[in-house]
């Protein structure tokens, strides 16, 4: 297996600050060459499966996402993951828990398309046996904030250096033109696709495609994710826990979770359980000490589920099993 080194880690640190960010200004920062840069994002495409992708921040549009529980026979789960990853609302989709239950991240563009989902096509579908829906309420770690950034592979100095003019508060949610939902598509499958690529498929100029990207960027719409496969870096256990809170602490727990190394997101939800968390550790020993010593000592923390993630069916993007 290919063991990435610490100029490989520099390099994804680089590239969770900022995913457009020429391999000439890597290199500069890094002190290498363009080249060496290159080559070795080539290598990390070819070896882990290195995207860069563009996502857009539904909280800055006014939408609001959805996290769904979905239990179901074990001969159903697999189809049912790969039919729920092929639709574009969806960010995440994992199989979990023995094969019997699949955990689904939508976010859908409109009420008219949760309810599609959710009320229609989900409750049909046959072999289903349980269906639970959480409304996001409020993010502590994950979107803009990318793992990737706790891995501590660049000094201060060289973040720094990398790191754009962080948006503004939003006061208001913005509004898309069509050609911003046809950039923001585009970049959902390739983060860092040329202007003179954005510009060929929505047939426009490379100066306003340009300028509509960094609009984009500046009003925090646009942010960038690194997806890599975590098997060459030694992280081995994924789990996701379903957290029940004392909800006077409920901010308090949800602050020091993001604070934790392991924990790649976590939000409160709506339901019984207030908070989900998805971890990230070496092994089951090392989640089983960062459960028993971290999180089993937060304030206000009443019960845990602890649920192992068996495979992950889609992550960002989505390509079909052979």
């Not at 996502?55 to 039919?83: F, K, Q, Y």
């Not at 602490?249 to 949800?254: D, V």
Request: hydrophobic share 40%; glycine share 8%; charged share 25%.
């Amino acid at each position: 297996m290919y063991q990435p080194d610490a100029l490989d880690l520099r390099l994804l640190q680089a590239l969770q600050i900022d995913g457009r960010a020429s391999f000439s200004r890597i290199a500069g920062v890094l002190g290498v060459s363009d080249q060496t840069i290159a080559r070795r994002f080539r290598r990390l495409h070819n070896e882990t499966r290195l995207k860069v992708l563009g996502m857009a921040d539904h909280s800055r549009l006014g939408r609001t996402n959805w996290i769904v529980r979905l239990r179901c026979t074990p001969d159903a789960a697999e189809p049912l993951a790969d039919a729920l990853a092929r639709r574009p609302d969806t960010s995440y989709i994992g199989l979990m828990s023995g094969g019997t239950e699949v955990m689904c991240a939508m976010k859908p563009r409109n009420r008219q398309d949760r309810d599609e989902l959710l009320l229609d096509r989900i409750p049909r579908t046959q072999r289903v046996t349980a269906v639970d829906a959480f409304c996001v309420l409020s993010h502590f770690y994950g979107g803009p904030l990318g793992w990737l950034n706790k891995i501590d592979a660049l000094d201060a100095a060289q973040e720094a250096a990398l790191r754009p003019d962080p948006p503004p508060a939003a006061a208001q949610p913005v509004n898309l033109e069509p050609l911003d939902e046809a950039l923001l598509d585009l970049l959902r499958h390739d983060g860092r696709a040329t202007a003179t690529d954005l510009a060929s498929a929505t047939g426009q100029t490379e100066a306003k495609v340009k300028r509509r990207v960094r609009n984009l960027r500046a009003s925090g719409v646009l942010y960038f994710h690194v997806e890599h496969d975590r098997e060459p870096f030694g992280h081995g256990a994924e789990a996701v826990l379903w957290m029940k809170v004392d909800p006077a602490r409920l901010r308090e727990a949800g602050q020091t979770l993001a604070g934790h190394r392991e924990v790649r997101f976590a939000a409160a939800v709506s339901g019984r359980a207030n908070i989900v968390a998805s971890v990230l550790c070496r092994s089951t020993e090392e989640l089983f000490g960062y459960l028993a010593d971290r999180v089993g000592v937060i304030g206000g923390v009443q019960d845990i589920e602890t649920v192992p993630t068996l495979r992950e069916v889609k992550a960002l993007t989505y390509t079909p099993r052979h």
